[in-house]
């Protein structure tokens, strides 16, 4: 079946724009998850969606980022006033109940700030 | 705070070769463990998950152990091919939450 896909695959864009990545899980995986992975900081942990509970937020670097889950399904990832240290892969999860089950990645959305 | 580490961050052998990538964990309190392989500009696939009450997994020339009380786990690649070559990632997952706490890599390269 179809795995988690991410939209765009690259994504160049200016110092102070805002930015959108989307991701849309495996169908019927109630937990989604954001990551990012940078060259100096390696895999980092973002946010992170479980069903219709609160999503855990404590991964966000800084009010400039935020995600939605709308219907339990797709997710977007919204970046404003992007820096050039928001350069990164960002990879989105999926997995199909909390904690204890195997996260699947998509292949990720490459971001560079100029 | 739960944090991961490998150890060593890049390993060259010849085709062949077993060998095994070291990964450790501060807190032992965790639901489970995984490990992941991710090709150059590509996502991580997950390759072995081993739940806290387990001690061991294993899928064809690979098998993982977990040992909680001493806060280490171990990747073992048996026979090991060049297209083996890849990062591989281990990852803890807190009691208290179901985000990964990665490490930084082990980067394998397999020669012919």
């Known amino acids: 079946g179809a795995g988690v896909s991410q939209s765009p695959s690259n994504k160049v864009t200016e110092k102070g724009k805002d930015v959108e990545l989307r991701c849309d899980p495996i169908?019927?995986?109630?937990?989604l998850y954001w990551y990012r992975q940078s060259l100096g900081q390696g895999l980092e942990f973002l946010i992170y969606?479980?069903?219709?509970?609160?999503?855990?937020k404590s991964g966000l670097p800084s009010d400039r980022f935020s995600a939605e889950r709308t219907g339990g399904s797709v997710s977007t990832l919204t970046i404003q006033r992007t820096q050039q240290e928001d350069s990164a892969v960002y990879l989105c999860?999926?997995?199909?109940?909390?904690?204890?089950?195997?996260?699947?990645f998509g292949p990720g959305t490459r971001l560079l700030v100029l | 705070k739960q944090e991961v580490t490998q150890i060593p961050a890049a390993l060259s052998v010849p085709e062949g070769e077993n060998l095994v990538l070291n990964c450790s964990f501060t807190d032992s309190a965790i639901y489970n463990l995984q490990w992941f392989r991710q090709d150059p500009g590509k996502g991580l696939t997950s390759l072995l998950l081993?739940?806290?009450?387990?001690r061991e997994q294993t899928s064809g020339r690979l098998n993982a152990s977990l040992d909680k009380s001493s806060g280490r786990s171990t990747l073992y690649i048996a026979a090991s091919q060049p297209g083996d070559s890849a990062t591989y990632l281990c990852?803890?997952?807190?009691?208290?939450?179901?985000?990964?706490?990665f490490g930084q890599g082990t980067t394998l390269q397999v020669k012919p």
């Open positions: 990852a803890a997952t807190p009691s208290n939450t179901g985000k990964l706490i």
């Open positions: 081993i739940q806290s009450s387990q």
């Open positions: 969606f479980q069903g219709n509970s609160a999503p855990d």
């Open positions: 999860a999926s997995s199909p109940g909390p904690q204890q089950e195997t996260q699947y």
């Open positions: 169908s019927g995986h109630t937990a």
